[in-house]
């Protein structure tokens, strides 16, 4: 278990990487917004079509991974500076590592469900 | 110039005694001041004609110490480097440095502050070069270019005065952070060409508490009185760690007396 601890720059790492990454992957999101006036890009029928488009279906999923790891580690990283000890750091980290998974898994359900997949 | 020599300001002092539970108050003082005086001067002086309790730590007089560190006027600054001139206020308050377990009235606990110093293991490390030398002729130097001397020369004027740890944010909230004292001196240290010690400080630094938890608020460069940039030194070691920037360091060579 000790082997599977990330060291705090390689979580840094991964904190700057996810970072960059959502603010590109956002910024695609918001240009399918704009390629057709903006209420109709959100029309019922327009949001199906997006779902069943297997490339902005892995767009939503990138998105939903990138900033989930990248906003839970943010939160992490503001409650273990709240209180120093090892037993709340390892609470935090662990509560912060289930409600990610389960963000992620609840975000991905929807994703296949709406696109059919 | 009359004006001058009549010149008078107020001095309120943070007191307190924490060994005897005492309430805090301040205490205020009419001291005289000339164009030269300093907090200090003003200090002493409250100290020889008005009140001999007044609790203050100072050593130098000339900054070298940073011995008496103090927030005044709300800023961290040394008592004998902060002119009352220069504040340009007729009322001077003097508090203890924040960040710092208080012990009474102007003196503050460094015990935590020095541990955090000695937990970077400020000292050059080299394993290529035996400590125990018994034979004057095995005696070696490094050599080092001006270049690589300028990579730390700063971080090497650091007086350990507090400053930079009291006005640091960070520290406020996570005593566990070692502060931008200790990780400007992890820094000097890495990017002095004579040490190799690298990968033993980097583990120290790369902790929950550590070097990562540095938000660059930069006040630590803005108080430090020598003139060192703590904050560039964090961000330097951070872009070192991450593997952002090059570091090109260059073990200084050996020169011992017979290959002279």
Known sequence: MASLRLRESQITKIHYLTGILSLFAVAIHILFRLIMP??????????????????????????????????????RIILIELKQSPKWESTITILVLISMIGVIAYGTRTIVIASGL | MSNEENKKVQLKVYRTNYNKDDSSHYDKFEVPVKRWTTVLDALLHVKSYSDSSVGIRYSCRMASCGSCGMKINGKPSLACYTKISELKDDVIVCEPLP?????????????????????????????????????????????????????????????????????????????????????????????????????????????RHGIWRCHFAGSCSVVCPKGVDPALGIQLLKGHMLGLSKNNKKISTLRTKNNE
Do not use: W
Not at chain 2, 158 to 176: E, F, M, N, Q, W
């Open chain 1, 38 to 75: 903006f209420g109709q890009s959100l029309s019922y029928e327009n949001v199906v079509a997006n779902y069943h488009n297997i490339f902005y279906v892995i767009l939503l999923e990138s998105i939903l991974v990138l900033i989930s790891i990248h906003g839970f580690n943010g939160l």
């Open chain 2, 99 to 207: 960040n710092f377990p208080r012990i009474r009235d102007l003196v503050s606990d460094f015990s935590q502050f020095f541990s955090h110093h000695k937990n970077m293991k400020p000292f050059i490390q080299n394993d290529k070069v035996s400590v125990d030398i018994d034979d004057k002729s095995d005696l070696v130097e490094f050599e080092q270019t001006h270049e690589d001397v300028d990579k730390y020369l700063q971080f090497s004027y650091c007086i350990r005065c507090g400053l930079c740890y009291s006005a640091c944010p960070t520290v406020a909230t996570d005593p566990k952070f070692p502060g931008p004292q200790a990780l400007s001196q992890a820094y000097r240290y890495e990017a002095d060409g004579r040490d190799n010690s690298k990968k033993t400080r980097f583990n120290i630094i790369d902790e």
